[in-house]
């Protein structure tokens, strides 16, 4: 896992280390409720204490290198389903059961391995209020339509590798052929009942950033322990919240 990312603040980048491990070591806890800071503290804490451990036992690459898994210089990442699009013109020698395999977030020793939940990347849709009301229906019939139909949802599926929000993905016969033909895929569709959207506050851009400028960068610094990590992490984001 590249150290390089996760030094960095940025906020989005949380969502593919903090908040993934984070999800699964709290078996799903909602971090931030409306105004309200929720968080797990003992799952938070174990999930800094995780990257803690990587960084002393220097598993984690501490230099900018171009596709660390791909070139076989890092011997794990996290992926999302849209990385298989991208491999499949750079990286056509990844396969999948051959020379790259899958796994859900780790998960400490006292939380249930079936189904450890993860992140879900969640996109929205916004209708302007400014809009004249007859397209603002036009945009709502629109919208029911496209959602009316799983065989909507197996084309944007088929285009994008991205597995719409249903739980019934791998049920659902319209999906099967998309499965099939990419069994990658499977555990994406397979996990998406047991994953957790980010938070729902206007502010989450500056709450994330004290994630990482708070708590985790400074952990997998070195420069702050697990506990003092998350203490100040948690204390700039309750502040935040007031």
């Not at 989005?12 to 309200?36: L, T």
């Not at 500056?206 to 204390?235: A, C």
Request: glycine share 6%; charged share 25%.
């Amino acid at each position: 896992m590249g150290e390089s990312d996760l030094a960095d603040p940025t906020a989005w980048k949380r969502w593919f280390d903090f908040f993934m491990i984070y999800n699964a070591a709290s078996d799903g806890n909602k971090f931030i409720e409306g105004s309200k800071f929720v968080g797990d503290d003992k799952a938070g804490v174990a999930t800094l204490q995780f990257f803690d451990n990587l960084r002393k036992e220097k598993a984690l690459l501490a230099e900018n290198v171009t596709d660390p898994f791909e070139t076989g210089v890092s011997v794990f990442s996290d992926l999302g389903p849209w990385t298989f699009n991208t491999w499949a013109d750079k990286y056509p020698e990844m396969k999948f059961g051959e020379t790259f395999a899958l796994s859900a977030p780790p998960v400490p020793d006292d939380v249930k391995t079936d189904h450890p939940k993860t992140f879900a990347d969640t996109k929205g849709l916004v209708i302007y209020a400014s809009a004249p009301k007859e397209k603002q229906q036009a945009a709502m019939d629109f919208i029911k339509w496209v959602y009316s139909d799983p065989k909507h949802d197996a084309q944007w599926f088929e285009k994008t590798n991205l597995p719409p929000a249903r739980d019934d993905l791998t049920k659902n016969d319209a999906f099967k052929p998309i499965l099939d033909k990419n069994p990658a895929l499977k555990m994406y569709a397979d996990y998406v009942p047991y994953a957790v959207p980010p938070m729902d506050n206007a502010k989450y851009n500056d709450l994330q950033t004290m994630i990482g400028q708070n708590g985790l960068n400074p952990v997998v610094r070195g420069e702050k322990d697990p506990q003092t990590g998350w203490n100040d992490m948690k204390q700039a984001i309750e502040g935040a919240l007031k």
